[in-house]
């Protein structure tokens, strides 16, 4: 398996299935057009932000999404990992593991001293991150009326 950033058609690759990935992301709660995947990336892309992705071969089997963000209360700059996906007929191979290794590795030799993720409760990924050594932060609840 390599990981690396993608070429010019591997990233419209996974720009086609970034929909999925962020509908399994948010557990089924979240059907987003392309249109609104790209409303939500074109930004972040803008911003510095990019991917890597794995593959083996021709394979496209996944990728994560790296970049900055800022601290709203101290204004500090800090990594961020965006998206993570590897898509279904891929999963349980360990490839979620070395896509964040590598993004951890990118962003500490970008310079930052903390990344920074989010995360759908109930979402499997959290043991994987717990694993890492992420830890919560924040919670965001939410109540229907």
């Not at 690759?13 to 999925?20: D, G, I, T």
């Not at 071969?57 to 996906?85: A, C, H, Q, R, V």
């Not at 903390?114 to 694993?131: D, F, H, M, P, T």
Request: hydrophobic letters at 35%; a neutral charge; charged letters at 30%.
């Amino acid at each position: 398996m390599e990981i690396r950033k993608p070429n010019d058609s591997e990233y419209k690759k996974v720009l086609s299935l970034s929909p999925q990935a962020l509908f399994d992301g948010t557990l089924g709660e979240v059907k987003p057009s392309d249109d609104k995947v790209k409303q939500l990336i074109d930004p972040l892309l803008k911003k510095g932000s990019y991917y890597l992705i794995a593959t083996e071969g021709d394979d496209l089997m996944g990728w994560i999404l790296i970049g900055t963000s800022k601290d709203p209360f101290t204004e500090e700059t800090y990594g961020f990992i965006y998206e993570l996906f590897v898509r279904e007929e891929f999963r349980g191979n360990g490839i979620s593991k070395r896509l964040m290794e590598t993004g951890i590795n990118h962003l500490k030799q970008d310079g930052y001293s903390e990344i920074r993720l989010s995360v759908y409760a109930g979402n499997q990924a959290i043991k994987l991150y717990e694993k890492l050594g992420f830890k919560n932060r924040t919670i965001t609840m939410s109540m229907p009326i």
